[in-house]
Structure formats: structure tokens, C-alpha cells
């Protein structure tokens, strides 16, 4: 059994949180005391029935105010698979919280109302999902029963969401027709649309393949952390701690310490008690190499058969997150893996209208904020564009007098 | 391209190992919060997966109520010996003495909420800057949405308002003299999760996890153990029943489960099928539906 993360970018007026709520319920995700909890509260659907979205509203304000602040993350497996939802709110001052949670999914679920069809914020939520390159992608037309259940309303927004899907460059898009207030595609196939024969939602999530691990010769580790335990019987013992970023480490590959250069060979790979043979993608590790090698924390051991970015001016797309404005004057810090280093934005070349996507002139960026600026950093960093290799493609950066993260990174192209 | 995909339990202790890395990488003075639950027990054998055959790069802090199943204490005691790490334990009673809280009276009197205190001072008085804890998302709606690396400020307040956002596997550790950070390297199991893990590793665990033959008062409509820390009176009356408890909290707060379940197997079909959610058998969250995000922000683990 596997994991799939997958976020969803919807507003309360799309059902959202109903469709999560769904998600959880019909899954028999909902414990007992969480269903007393969720029927003791006086918040009950037109016709009388639980409101599901509360069981996606976490904090008070966000019960208060009737709206998601925050991204929540929720679990439910089924036999085939365990689920972690991010729960993002939608609306454009919550850009930054759609981008976290996108940040590490593997799909995402549009929503669509099928009363409005695509709207502005089906353009701005396709956009972010194409600018994190989340590469598997639902779209559900929700409230179907709104719409008498109508395959020529369902045809319509399909495709008028193509052509949107074309130009953002998403070619793996999936649409559903649902009711997640009534249940209709969630869970259950539904009885009310017999011209649809696709599969519900949940067959989806359970059967679609997201691996989207790259060839062994991507093999990247960020230094966490050196075993030296220099006890007696462990003398020489040095071991390099971290996870696997991408690609596959073997006993023996050839191996190159970024950015010094320096190479080696893998001589025994460990997983605490186990030696196994290979060090696959998202596995935490300790390589052992067979020549001493100056390592510490924030090095990359990569594959010789393919080397590393090795840069201090980059190109980059940016999500501003801070309330405080980009400041040019500034020396923020960055942060790579496991590598933090002094950064500036050398310059703005544009900011992107995200619910246009549009491309304008810009002095600064505020929060929520996304665009390409140029970066100039004080050590050079090895890392991956983004489109390749997104685990070793990405960023933060940090204000380093409130340690805030302010920003996130994506790298692109060579400045 | 790579065949094999990595197992549910593989990937959640890849992730877990991870982050108690980037804690040894960032922070100077970590701390690893111990209870003698079975999370924070996880958590001491992904620290040993993730440093062995160094030493752990942190203490492990008890924060010890004084209210204890004294299974717990027998346990820490025995696996603090067994790993050759440093163990720092923080007394509740200390506060107490001390006049900075006072013991709640009454029918529900628990020193749970006193913990918050002791462990405040704890964190204080040797200056540490992290504490990895073994919350987990799963148990309830505020921690739903709380950051891997939890920034708390200096009187231990949680700002749900003011979190970073937490992107990719990047994590954020700095912070300002006086803050600390809370750190939850198992934030993404769930409680069967856990406990299909420590079946997968042989773990140990606290006899008290088992169905044993135990002497209860019924509180609240739950399963309390009969013992000096509860106030009990006339109308409370002892039966001997065959229970297990689900959480390993103050023995004033933590509620008992009827079960026959004293194998390991026998537990995780009984969470499979229960109907009750874990923190159902902590009175502590009772109290309002906004209990645990008053308590977090308040400083509470």
C-alpha cells in the first residue's frame, strides 16, 4: 500500500469542504465521537442533514467566520491506499496557502461550480497547479444536482476547461461530474447521470499511478547530519545522513560531492540495522563513501553520471507569503535542503496577473504575489530546475530579522 | 525508472527520520519530550533509526505529573538504561510545591493542565531551543493544522495565525533568543499507523497498552482506573474489569477501554473497527470543542 497527497483548491461556496467531508464520511473516515461532536454543533444543510464541511474547519476563527484560513490535512485510507488531504482555502488572499499545500502533492481536485462553469478562480487555481507542476489533476464539476444532473452543462464546462488546460500546458486532466452535497460520483458511482461512464472520485484517487520518479541517474542526497560516533570500536566510522531526493543510489556508483566537487565511491549504504543493496527515492539513509571526503551538512551527493546545477544567479518564480513587501535593499537567506546561504533579488523581470495570467512590469511584491525575478546568491547552490527535478528544484527564503518564511522559489532558468 | 515504490509505513518513518535530521542540523540545544506513551516511544526508535550508531543528538525530558501508571515509569526507566541516552524529568509536584500553580480540587481535579508549567520551566531552565513531541495530526482538529516545526514564542504560545508556511520538505527552524520550536516528526501517522508500526519493529510497549484485569470507577461515562490520584467518593463504585488504555496520560485524565485485546494483533483489529476516536478517551479534550487550540496556544505540548 502506498501514499497519495493531494490537495484541493475550491472555495465554500464550491462545496469544498462538503466534498472533503464527504470524502471522510462515506469512507467511514469519521470516528464516533467526531460525528457526536459534528451533530452537537447547530450547523445542518437546508434540508436538515449534517453540514460535512465542519469536519473540515479546524480553529474557532475559522468556525466564527465560516471560511478556511489555514491549510488543514486530513487522512483516510481505503484498502487500496492512505490519503492525506491538504485542505486549502481558495480565495486569492489565500494564494500562498494553496501553494503550501500544493507544494507537496502529488494531484490536485479542482472544483467547479456547474452553475458558473470556469470562473476566475478555476484560472488562478489551474495556474498554481501548473506552476508547482502538481502532475495529476481532478476536475470536479460539482453541484450537479443544481443542474438537473445535465450532460450538455457537464460538455460545456469540459470544454471550455480544455482550452484553459491547453494553454497552461496540464495534459493529464480528469473530469468528474459530482454532487458532493448529495453524494453523486464521490464515493458511490452515481445513479443520476447514466451518460457518464467514468468512475467516482474515489476510484480515482485509489487507481491513478503518480510515481514520477526519475532515472536512477538523477540520484541526489542533501547532507543532513555526519555519524561520527568516535568511540573506540567505531573509530573510523563516518556515515552521511539524509533522504533521498530523487533517482537511486547503488553500492559502488560513482558519486560527486556538490558544489566542491570532490568524488568518491558509494561503499555501503545503511538503514540503521539493514545494508541494502540500493537507496531508493524517499528513503532516509546513511552512505558510507570509500575515500575520505571533506562533507558537512548543506553538500549534495549526486551521481557522477549526472551532475548538479551549479550556480549563484538564477532565474526563478516566486509566491510572496509575508505581509511585509519584498524589500531589494535586503539580504534574505535561502534555503535549499539542507543548505541556507545569503540571497538578493537582483531584479523583477515580471509579475504574472494569476487570474489572467497575465504578464506586467513590477517594483516589488506583495503578499501573494507571483512572478520570475533574478536571484543572486552568496554560495553557489546544486540544485535542479524545477521542471526536471522539483524535489531539488525548490526553495524558501527567509527574513532573517522576524525568520519568517517570505517566499517561496522555483528555479527555472539561467540568468 | 524506478520499479518499486516505497511502502506506506517505509515512507512515514523516511519522513519522520528526516525531520529529527534537520532538528540535529538546526537546532543547538534539542530535547526530545518524552511521556512514556506509545507515540513518544515511536519516536525514540525513529531516533534511533535515524543516529545510530551515534549517539542521540538530545536529551529525552519526562515532564512526570506525578500521577503515573507506575507500568510507565518501570518502562522509561528500563529503556533509558537499555538505549544509554541522558533522561532530564521535570516534576509537576515541583510547581506545585513552589506555589506557581495550584492542585484543582473537585470530582474532576487532574494535573494534566499543570504540566504546562513544569514543562515551561523545563524548556527555561536548560535553554532548550526544540522539542520533538509525538503529536499527530490525526488526533484532532487544531493539530490538523499545525506545521511540522512549530514555532511557539516565548511564553509558549501557539499563534495559529501566525504560522510560516511549511513548503515541500523545507523546514524552517530559526527562530529568535526566548522562542522555542515544537518539532512532530510522526504529524502524518495516524494512530493505526503507529501501531501497525510498532507491530512491524517488535516494539515494546507499556503493559498498561495490553487488556489487563484492573480495578475502574465509571466518570463521566467512561472507564477511569481506580486509584489516590482520583478523588473519589461514596458514590463511586469499584469494579474489577478487563481493560486497556489507548493513551498513556495522567492517570486523573486518562480513560480505560473495555477490551479483551492483550496481543498486539488483537489491538489493531479492535482500533480498526472502533468507532471511537483516540482522544474520545481523554477527558482533558472534553472540556469545549475548542479545548485543544485554548490549551495549544497556551503553551500545552
Same mark, same amino acid.
Given at each position: 500500500?502506498?501514499?497519495?497527497?493531494?490537495?484541493?483548491?475550491?472555495?465554500?461556496?464550491?462545496?469544498?469542504?462538503?466534498?472533503?467531508?464527504?470524502?471522510?464520511?462515506?469512507?467511514?473516515?469519521?470516528?464516533?465521537?467526531?460525528?457526536?461532536?459534528?451533530?452537537?454543533?447547530?450547523?445542518?444543510?437546508?434540508?436538515?442533514?449534517?453540514?460535512?464541511?465542519?469536519?473540515?474547519?479546524?480553529?474557532?476563527?475559522?468556525?466564527?467566520?465560516?471560511?478556511?484560513?489555514?491549510?488543514?490535512?486530513?487522512?483516510?485510507?481505503?484498502?487500496?491506499?492512505?490519503?492525506?488531504?491538504?485542505?486549502?482555502?481558495?480565495?486569492?488572499?489565500?494564494?500562498?496557502?494553496?501553494?503550501?499545500?500544493?507544494?507537496?502533492?502529488?494531484?490536485?481536485?479542482?472544483?467547479?461550480?456547474?452553475?458558473?462553469?470556469?470562473?476566475?478562480?478555476?484560472?488562478?487555481?489551474?495556474?498554481?497547479?501548473?506552476?508547482?507542476?502538481?502532475?495529476?489533476?481532478?476536475?470536479?464539476?460539482?453541484?450537479?444536482?443544481?443542474?438537473?444532473?445535465?450532460?450538455?452543462?457537464?460538455?460545456?464546462?469540459?470544454?471550455?476547461?480544455?482550452?484553459?488546460?491547453?494553454?497552461?500546458?496540464?495534459?493529464?486532466?480528469?473530469?468528474?461530474?459530482?454532487?458532493?452535497?448529495?453524494?453523486?460520483?464521490?464515493v458511490h458511482r452515481s445513479d443520476h447521470m447514466p451518460w457518464y461512464d467514468g468512475s467516482s472520485l474515489l476510484y480515482f484517487l485509489e487507481n491513478v499511478e503518480v510515481t514520477g520518479?526519475?532515472?536512477?541517474?538523477?540520484?541526489?542526497?542533501?547532507?543532513?547530519?555526519?555519524?561520527?560516533?568516535?568511540?573506540?570500536?567505531?573509530?573510523?566510522?563516518?556515515?552521511?545522513?539524509?533522504?533521498?531526493?530523487?533517482?537511486?543510489?547503488?553500492?559502488?556508483?560513482?558519486?560527486?560531492?556538490?558544489?566542491?566537487?570532490?568524488?568518491?565511491?558509494?561503499?555501503?549504504?545503511?538503514?540503521?540495522?539493514?545494508?541494502?543493496?540500493?537507496?531508493?527515492?524517499?528513503?532516509?539513509?546513511?552512505?558510507?563513501?570509500?575515500?575520505?571526503?571533506?562533507?558537512?551538512?548543506?553538500?549534495?551527493?549526486?551521481?557522477?553520471?549526472?551532475?548538479?546545477?551549479?550556480?549563484?544567479?538564477?532565474?526563478?518564480?516566486?509566491?510572496?507569503?509575508?505581509?511585509?513587501?519584498?524589500?531589494?535593499?535586503?539580504?534574505?537567506?535561502?534555503?535549499?535542503?539542507?543548505?541556507?546561504?545569503?540571497?538578493?533579488?537582483?531584479?523583477?523581470?515580471?509579475?504574472?496577473?494569476?487570474?489572467?495570467?497575465?504578464?506586467?512590469?513590477?517594483?516589488?511584491?506583495?503578499?501573494?504575489?507571483?512572478?520570475?525575478?533574478?536571484?543572486?546568491?552568496?554560495?553557489?547552490?546544486?540544485?535542479?530546475?524545477?521542471?526536471?527535478?522539483?524535489?531539488?528544484?525548490?526553495?524558501?527564503?527567509?527574513?532573517?530579522?522576524?525568520?519568517?518564511?517570505?517566499?517561496?522559489?522555483?528555479?527555472?532558468?539561467?540568468? | 525508472?524506478?520499479?518499486?515504490?516505497?511502502?506506506?509505513? $517505509? *515512507?512515514?518513518? %523516511?519522513? #519522520?527520520?528526516?525531520?529529527?535530521?534537520? &532538528?540535529?542540523?538546526? @537546532?543547538?540545544?534539542?530535547?526530545?519530550?518524552?511521556?512514556?506513551?506509545?507515540?513518544?516511544?515511536?519516536?525514540?526508535?525513529?531516533?534511533?533509526?535515524?543516529?545510530?550508531?551515534?549517539?542521540?543528538?538530545?536529551?529525552?525530558?519526562?515532564?512526570?505529573?506525578?500521577?503515573?501508571?507506575?507500568?510507565?515509569?518501570?518502562y522509561r526507566d528500563q529503556m533509558v538504561e537499555r538505549l544509554g541516552e541522558k533522561l532530564i524529568v521535570g516534576y509537576v509536584q515541583d510547581a506545585i510545591d513552589q506555589g506557581k500553580?495550584?492542585?484543582?480540587?473537585?470530582?474532576?481535579?487532574?494535573?494534566?493542565?499543570?504540566?504546562?508549567?513544569?514543562?515551561?520551566?523545563?524548556?527555561?531552565?536548560?535553554?532548550?531551543?526544540?522539542?520533538?513531541?509525538?503529536?499527530?495530526? $490525526? *488526533?484532532?482538529? %487544531?493539530? #490538523?493544522?499545525?506545521?511540522?516545526?512549530? &514555532?511557539?514564542?516565548? @511564553?509558549?504560545?501557539?499563534?495559529?495565525?501566525?504560522?510560516?508556511?511549511?513548503?515541500?520538505?523545507?523546514?524552517?527552524?530559526?527562530?529568535?533568543?526566548?522562542?522555542?520550536?515544537?518539532?512532530?516528526?510522526?504529524?502524518?501517522?495516524?494512530?493505526?499507523?503507529?501501531?501497525?508500526?510498532?507491530?512491524?519493529?517488535?516494539?515494546?510497549?507499556?503493559?498498561?497498552?495490553?487488556?489487563?484485569?484492573?480495578?475502574?470507577?465509571?466518570?463521566?461515562?467512561?472507564?477511569?482506573?481506580?486509584?489516590?490520584?482520583?478523588?473519589?467518593?461514596?458514590?463511586?463504585?469499584?469494579?474489577?474489569?478487563?481493560?486497556?488504555?489507548?493513551?498513556?496520560?495522567?492517570?486523573?485524565?486518562?480513560?480505560?477501554?473495555?477490551?479483551?485485546?492483550?496481543?498486539?494483533? $488483537?489491538?489493531?483489529?479492535?482500533?480498526?473497527?472502533?468507532?471511537?476516536?483516540?482522544?474520545?478517551?481523554?477527558?482533558?479534550?472534553?472540556?469545549?470543542?475548542?479545548?485543544?487550540?485554548?490549551?495549544?496556544?497556551?503553551?500545552?505540548?
Amino acid at each position: 500500500m502506498d501514499i497519495l497527497k493531494f490537495f484541493t483548491a475550491g472555495s465554500v461556496d464550491d462545496g469544498k469542504s462538503t466534498l472533503i467531508g464527504r470524502l471522510l464520511y462515506d469512507t467511514n473516515s469519521i470516528l464516533a465521537d467526531q460525528l457526536e461532536a459534528l451533530q452537537a454543533s447547530n450547523r445542518k444543510n437546508d434540508d436538515g442533514t449534517i453540514d460535512l464541511a465542519i469536519l473540515t474547519d479546524g480553529l474557532r476563527a475559522e468556525r466564527e467566520q465560516g471560511i478556511t484560513i489555514d491549510v488543514a490535512y486530513k487522512y483516510f485510507q481505503t484498502e487500496k491506499r492512505k490519503f492525506i488531504i491538504a485542505d486549502t482555502p481558495g480565495h486569492i488572499q489565500y494564494t500562498r496557502n494553496m501553494v503550501t499545500g500544493a507544494s507537496t502533492a502529488k494531484l490536485a481536485i479542482i472544483l467547479i461550480d456547474a452553475r458558473k462553469g470556469v470562473v476566475e478562480q478555476t484560472i488562478r487555481h489551474s495556474y498554481l497547479v501548473s506552476l508547482l507542476g502538481v502532475s495529476e489533476l481532478a476536475v470536479c464539476i460539482n453541484k450537479m444536482d443544481m443542474v438537473d444532473y445535465s450532460e450538455t452543462v457537464f460538455r460545456e464546462i469540459t470544454q471550455a476547461y480544455e482550452a484553459l488546460a491547453a494553454k497552461l500546458n496540464l495534459n493529464k486532466v480528469n473530469f468528474i461530474p459530482v454532487s458532493a452535497l448529495k453524494g453523486d460520483n464521490i464515493v458511490h458511482r452515481s445513479d443520476h447521470m447514466p451518460w457518464y461512464d467514468g468512475s467516482s472520485l474515489l476510484y480515482f484517487l485509489e487507481n491513478v499511478e503518480v510515481t514520477g520518479h526519475l532515472p536512477s541517474v538523477y540520484a541526489r542526497m542533501p547532507v543532513q547530519w555526519v555519524i561520527r560516533p568516535q568511540t573506540e570500536d567505531l573509530h573510523d566510522y563516518r556515515g552521511y545522513a539524509g533522504r533521498i531526493l530523487s533517482g537511486t543510489f547503488k553500492k559502488g556508483d560513482a558519486v560527486t560531492v556538490m558544489p566542491s566537487g570532490q568524488q568518491s565511491v558509494i561503499d555501503r549504504i545503511e538503514v540503521f540495522d539493514k545494508e541494502p543493496e540500493q537507496a531508493l527515492t524517499g528513503m532516509s539513509v546513511t552512505l558510507h563513501l570509500k575515500d575520505q571526503v571533506d562533507i558537512s551538512r548543506g553538500d549534495v551527493l549526486v551521481s557522477s553520471a549526472r551532475l548538479t546545477q551549479q550556480t549563484k544567479n538564477i532565474a526563478a518564480d516566486l509566491c510572496w507569503m509575508d505581509q511585509k513587501q519584498l524589500d531589494h535593499s535586503l539580504t534574505y537567506l535561502l534555503q535549499h535542503n539542507s543548505k541556507i546561504t545569503k540571497c538578493k533579488i537582483a531584479d523583477i523581470q515580471y509579475k504574472v496577473d494569476i487570474n489572467t495570467m497575465k504578464k506586467e512590469g513590477a517594483d516589488t511584491f506583495h503578499l501573494n504575489d507571483i512572478g520570475r525575478v533574478e536571484l543572486k546568491t552568496a554560495d553557489e547552490l546544486a540544485f535542479d530546475w524545477y521542471d526536471e527535478n522539483p524535489a531539488n528544484g525548490a526553495a524558501i527564503l527567509i527574513d532573517s530579522r522576524t525568520n519568517l518564511t517570505v517566499a517561496a522559489l522555483m528555479f527555472r532558468e539561467a540568468v | 525508472m524506478q520499479a518499486q515504490k516505497l511502502d506506506y509505513l $517505509d *515512507e512515514l518513518e %523516511a519522513e #519522520a527520520i528526516h525531520i529529527l535530521r534537520e &532538528v540535529a542540523g538546526q @537546532f543547538e540545544k534539542p530535547a526530545l519530550l518524552f511521556s512514556g506513551g506509545k507515540d513518544s516511544i515511536t519516536l525514540v526508535r525513529l531516533a534511533e533509526k535515524a543516529f545510530r550508531p551515534g549517539k542521540f543528538p538530545f536529551p529525552l525530558v519526562h515532564i512526570d505529573t506525578g500521577h503515573n501508571f507506575e507500568e510507565t515509569i518501570i518502562y522509561r526507566d528500563q529503556m533509558v538504561e537499555r538505549l544509554g541516552e541522558k533522561l532530564i524529568v521535570g516534576y509537576v509536584q515541583d510547581a506545585i510545591d513552589q506555589g506557581k500553580v495550584l492542585e484543582q480540587k473537585g470530582k474532576n481535579a487532574s494535573r494534566n493542565a499543570l504540566q504546562t508549567v513544569t514543562l515551561l520551566d523545563t524548556i527555561a531552565e536548560h535553554g532548550f531551543d526544540a522539542c520533538i513531541g509525538g503529536a499527530r495530526r $490525526d *488526533e484532532e482538529k %487544531a493539530r #490538523a493544522k499545525e506545521r511540522i516545526f512549530s &514555532v511557539r514564542d516565548e @511564553f509558549g504560545q501557539w499563534d495559529p495565525k501566525r504560522q510560516r508556511p511549511e513548503l515541500w520538505n523545507i523546514y524552517n527552524g530559526r527562530i529568535q533568543k526566548g522562542e522555542n520550536v515544537r518539532v512532530f516528526p510522526i504529524s502524518n501517522w495516524t494512530e493505526l499507523d503507529v501501531w501497525n508500526y510498532i507491530r512491524r519493529e517488535k516494539m515494546d510497549l507499556p503493559s498498561i497498552y495490553f487488556a489487563h484485569q484492573r480495578d475502574c470507577i465509571t466518570r463521566n461515562g467512561q472507564l477511569m482506573a481506580a486509584s489516590p490520584y482520583l478523588n473519589m467518593d461514596e458514590e463511586d463504585l469499584i469494579v474489577s474489569r478487563k481493560v486497556r488504555f489507548r493513551t498513556v496520560g495522567d492517570m486523573s485524565c486518562t480513560a480505560a477501554v473495555a477490551s479483551e485485546a492483550d496481543q498486539i494483533d $488483537d489491538i489493531i483489529a479492535e482500533i480498526s473497527a472502533s468507532k471511537i476516536s483516540e482522544r474520545g478517551a481523554r477527558l482533558d479534550d472534553k472540556v469545549s470543542e475548542a479545548a485543544m487550540e485554548d490549551r495549544k496556544k497556551g503553551g500545552y505540548f
